[in-house]
């Protein structure tokens, strides 16, 4: 009975020890992107200079009592004003968890930073690697990681909602996926949950990425992949998987509703045009395609009208690079083989999205911006870049996969190529996750 136990504690910790390593190693891996972080004493410029200052108000507002938050006292010129019905919370009550263990203000604001990076890597990973396998996760979650635009969200904007934002696309995607192909009900729970999460993180990424968020899932519910590698369409057996993603965005709608009701409904009897006028029209902060491709300027300035921004729009050269290359290699496979593949199916759509967002950043997409009205609330056309980054950055995960059915290299020299490639990636990007 003891060898028994012995062998059986032994498989188990074999287990968790090689289900755990990938996860380890992203994180172990992305820590130069959040190094900064972890210096203490230290502090960055950042467009968003607010963010001490909203986590102050917001440990008020519970000491007050005020759960949840919504009346800031000391902001508007000492007359208060109620930011937090408006101004989504979420990384301010992750930054109320730290202030909890007696940490300052400033630390409270770095370790909330780092720990978006670690959770953006861990989630990324997570997502790819059911889809694409472990090496492609780790690929993936690197990309995602070290996008350039990362970068630009936490170090140069300080924009921590929209950064906050990014963290929850993959474990959306994930869960979605889960419950679409498992039909279990504890996923619906999950996926509402990772919803809420986005909902308290920032507006306009809602509004943008739900449309992405409905492609993946008719992509799931209308091709079932079965052992025979080929696709089934059953409409009339998705009638279920439709009412629970249903149920689920409920789910979401209502843990979020403390938050997302006043923001539906009460933001009319407040002044917010002058958030979407002038200086933040929409059509003064589209990117140029040199801006979005080819330059490398870095700097810490703002948006203006023109390609002369004192700021980066790079999507990263790999971040476009090794898209095409992988969407080139993907048509390839597909005259070569003559079967349709859900992993190059997925891949080559999410190619496509990628370079959509980047399209809805150009000036080109105007007629778009006039014609779908709704969207003029993100104000920043490059705020796309954010689906371009994650649409990118999940794509270049089948590469494992089209080098060993493509190209029919051993898992060896595909290890040694990918570890290569994630080399070049950070040495090209990794001066940009820093304070200038």
Same mark, same amino acid.
Request: net charge positive; hydrophobic share 55%.
């Given at each position: ?24 190693? %992203? ?32 440990? !008020? ?31 301010? *009550? ?16 770095? #370790? ?5 990076? %670690? ?7 997570? #997502? ?38 990014? %963290? ?58 079965? !052992? ?60 140029? *395609? ?30 476009? *690079? ?20 859900? !992993? ?26 006039? #014609? ?37 290299? !051993? ?26």
């Amino acid at each position: 009975m003891s060898k028994l136990i012995s062998k059986l504690s032994q498989k188990i910790i074999l287990v968790t020890r090689h289900n755990l390593f990938p996860y380890l190693l %992203v994180i172990v891996l992305s820590i130069p992107a959040f190094s900064f972080f972890l210096k203490p004493g230290v502090y960055w410029n950042m467009h968003d200079d607010m963010q001490m200052i909203r986590q102050l108000e917001f440990e !008020k507002c519970i000491f007050d009592g005020q759960i949840p938050c919504r009346w800031t006292p000391d902001l508007g010129y000492g007359y208060g004003y109620p930011l937090f019905n408006f101004y989504p919370p979420l990384p301010y *009550i992750i930054g109320q968890v730290f202030r909890s263990f007696s940490f300052d203000f400033m630390t409270t604001v770095k #370790l909330t930073a780092a720990l978006q990076f %670690v959770l953006a890597v861990v989630f990324m990973y997570l #997502l790819v690697s059911s889809v694409f396998g472990r090496l492609g996760g780790i690929l993936s979650a690197l990309f995602y990681t070290y996008a350039p635009y990362h970068a630009l969200n936490v170090y140069i904007r300080g924009a921590m909602n929209e950064a906050w934002a990014s %963290v929850f696309f993959p474990l959306i995607f994930y869960f979605s996926r889960k419950l679409i192909l498992e039909k279990k009900i504890k996923y619906t729970l999950w996926l509402a949950l990772s919803f809420s999460f986005l909902l308290l993180s920032h507006n306009p990424m809602v509004m943008t990425f739900t449309p992405i968020l409905l492609v993946w899932c008719l992509f799931w519910i209308l091709t079932q992949y079965n !052992k025979k590698n080929s696709f089934l369409i059953n409409l009339s057996k998705s009638k279920s998987i439709f009412f629970k993603l249903f149920l689920s965005g409920i789910f979401a709608l209502c843990l979020s509703a403390f938050f997302t009701l006043p923001v539906l409904f009460e933001t009319k009897y407040v002044s917010v045009e002058t958030m979407f006028t002038g200086y933040y029209h929409f059509s003064a902060h589209f990117a140029s *395609i040199l801006q979005l491709f080819f330059s490398n300027f870095w700097g810490d300035g703002g948006s203006i009208w023109g390609p002369n921004d004192g700021m980066s729009f790079m999507i990263g050269y790999l971040h476009w *690079i090794v898209p095409i290359l992988v969407a080139i290699g993907s048509l390839v496979y597909l005259i070569k083989t003559k079967k349709i593949n859900y !992993k190059i199916s997925i891949s080559l759509i999410f190619v496509a999205i990628g370079f959509f967002a980047a399209f809805m950043s150009h000036e080109r997409s105007t007629f778009l911006w006039l #014609l779908i009205t709704p969207i003029q609330k993100v104000q920043f056309p490059w705020r796309f870049l954010n689906h371009s980054v994650f649409a990118f950055s999940f794509a270049v995960g089948v590469l494992p996969f089209l080098l060993q059915n493509l190209f029919k290299l !051993k898992s060896s020299v595909i290890k040694i190529l990918i570890s290569l490639l994630i080399l070049i990636l950070f040495f090209l990007n990794k001066n940009y996750f820093f304070t200038i």
